[in-house]
C-alpha cells in the first residue's frame, strides 16, 4: 500500500493528541529528533519497518498513516481552488486532511455556485432565444397595455356615455382575465425551465430530445410525447434509426468500434455505409461516451446529444469556432481536432466533424448540406487545443476573435 504524502502530518498530530514530545518519540523508535522532524513536516520519505515502528509506539495500526483522502474529494476540492485566485492548488490533500468538514464545506459551497451558474446559462439561454418565451411576453406586455389605455379613457373621461362607458368596462374586464392568464402561464412557463418533463412547454425537438435521453438514447413509444409535433419528428428518427442499424448491425459494429475506434470515415469504409450514420451509431452505442450535434445548412443545431462538460446552446447560436462550421463550409472533408472548453477548470475533447451534401430532387434540385461533429473525451493535456465556448453570451473567453457580443458571466 502506497504510503500517503500526509504520513508525516498524521505521525505529528497523533503524537500531539497523546501528549508525547517529539525527542522522546524519537528515542523510543531509534531515530534522531531532527530526523523524526524531518518526517513530521512530510520533509522526508518514511520506510515501512519505520513506519511500523511508529504507529506501534504511537498506539495506531500503520494502516491508519497510509489513507489518504479520497480522490474525488481532491478533484472537487482543487476544481473549487482554480476559480480562486491565490489558492493553494498543490496543499489541497493537507487542508482536507486536516480540516474535513471545512474541506466539505468549501467543495458545496462550490457546487453549489457552479449549478447557479449552470442555471444562469440556461435562463440566459431561453429568455434570449425562446420563442415560445417571446409570444409570452409579448402577451402579456399587450394585455398590460390594453388595460392602462381603456383605464386612462375612464378617468380622464368625465361625460363619457352610459353605453361607451359599459363597453370601456367590458373591454376592461376582458383584458383584465387575459392579463391574469398570460401572467399565470408565464410564471408556469418559467418555473419549468430546464423541466423538461413538462412537454407542453418544450419545442418539439427539446420534447424530442428529452424523450431520447428518457429512454437512454433508444427508440421508445412514441404516444409517451406531448406534441402531435414532437411524434411525427420522433417517428422519422425512428425510421433513419433503423436504416442506420441495418447499415451497421449490432454485433459487427461494436467489434469494429473496439477495433478500429470512433473514426467514422474508417468505420464507413469497412460496412459500406453513409458517414454520417456512423456518426449517429458512435454517439448512441451502449456505454459510449460521446457527444453529437447535427445541423443543416443554415447552422441550425437540428440534433444534441450532450457529453458531461461540454455545454451545448438550447436555444441561440453556438460558437462560431465549432469545427462543425468548418465542415459545413467545406463538404465531404474529414475535420479532426482537440478543442479545449472556456471556464475555471478547461475540459479537453476530440471532435471529428463531416459534412454531407444530400440531392433530393436530382440535378435541377437545390443542395442540401447536412454537417455532424463527434465529440469525445480527451485525456491528454499536452499539445495545441482550439478555445471554443458554447455561446458568446455565456462564454468567459473575452479576448476571442469571433465574439459576438459581451458575455453576461465576465467580470
Not at 524519537?26 to 513536516?41: D, K
Not at 413538462?198 to 424530442?208: F, H, K, R, T
Not at 447536412?370 to 482550439?386: D, H, S, T
Request: aromatic share 6%.
Amino acid at each position: 500500500m502506497p504510503i500517503s504524502a500526509l504520513t508525516g502530518t498524521r505521525l505529528r498530530e497523533r503524537r500531539v493528541a497523546l501528549g508525547q514530545r517529539q525527542a522522546d518519540l524519537a528515542e523510543t523508535v531509534g531515530i534522531s529528533a531532527s530526523y523524526l522532524n524531518l518526517i513530521e513536516h512530510n520533509r522526508r520519505r518514511i520506510a515501512e519497518p519505520l513506519l511500523a515502528r511508529l504507529a506501534e509506539a504511537l498506539g495506531q495500526p500503520p494502516q491508519s498513516f497510509h489513507e489518504g483522502v479520497g480522490g474525488t474529494v481532491l478533484d472537487d476540492l482543487r476544481a473549487a481552488a482554480a476559480r480562486l485566485p491565490g489558492a493553494e492548488i498543490d496543499r489541497s490533500e493537507d487542508f482536507a486532511a486536516r480540516f474535513p468538514g471545512w474541506a466539505a464545506t468549501v467543495i458545496g459551497l462550490h457546487q453549489r455556485v457552479a449549478g447557479l451558474e449552470r442555471a444562469l446559462e440556461a435562463m440566459n439561454d431561453r429568455m434570449s432565444h425562446d420563442p415560445h418565451l417571446s409570444a409570452s411576453l409579448h402577451e402579456v406586455l399587450s394585455a398590460v397595455a390594453s388595460v392602462r389605455s381603456t383605464a386612462v379613457i375612464l378617468a380622464d373621461t368625465e361625460d363619457i356615455e352610459p353605453e361607451w362607458q359599459a363597453r370601456f368596462l367590458g373591454n376592461l374586464q376582458d383584458d383584465s382575465k387575459r392579463l391574469a392568464l398570460g401572467a399565470e402561464a408565464l410564471v408556469r412557463y418559467l418555473d419549468t425551465a430546464g423541466q423538461e418533463q413538462e412537454q407542453g412547454l418544450a419545442s418539439p425537438q427539446e420534447e424530442l430530445e428529452a424523450w431520447l435521453a428518457a429512454n437512454d438514447w433508444k427508440a421508445g413509444e412514441v404516444r409517451g410525447l406531448a406534441s402531435g409535433a414532437a411524434r411525427q419528428m420522433a417517428a422519422a428518427w425512428q425510421a433513419q434509426a433503423a436504416r442506420d442499424l441495418a447499415a451497421y448491425p449490432a454485433a459487427g459494429f461494436a467489434q469494429a468500434l473496439a477495433e478500429l475506434g470512433p473514426d467514422p470515415a474508417e468505420l464507413a469504409t469497412r460496412f459500406g455505409g453513409d458517414v454520417l450514420a456512423a456518426f449517429r451509431r458512435i454517439a448512441l452505442q451502449p456505454g459510449m461516451q460521446a457527444g453529437l450535434v447535427v445541423c443543416d445548412a443554415s447552422g441550425t443545431l437540428t440534433f444534441r446529444k450532450p457529453i458531461s462538460g461540454f455545454a451545448l446552446p438550447r436555444f441561440g447560436a453556438a460558437c462560431p469556432l465549432w469545427p462543425l462550421f468548418a465542415a459545413l463550409a467545406r463538404p465531404m472533408t474529414p475535420i479532426e481536432t482537440v478543442i479545449e472548453t472556456a471556464g475555471p477548470q478547461p475540459l479537453r475533447f476530440r471532435v471529428r466533424a463531416f459534412c454531407q451534401p444530400r440531392f433530393p430532387q436530382g440535378f435541377r434540385g437545390p443542395e442540401l448540406r447536412e454537417a455532424a461533429m463527434l465529440i469525445l473525451p480527451e485525456l491528454g493535456r499536452g499539445g495545441e487545443a482550439l478555445a471554443i465556448g458554447s455561446t458568446c453570451r455565456i462564454c468567459q473567453r473575452a479576448a476571442c476573435p469571433a465574439r459576438r457580443e459581451p458575455s453576461i458571466l465576465s467580470a
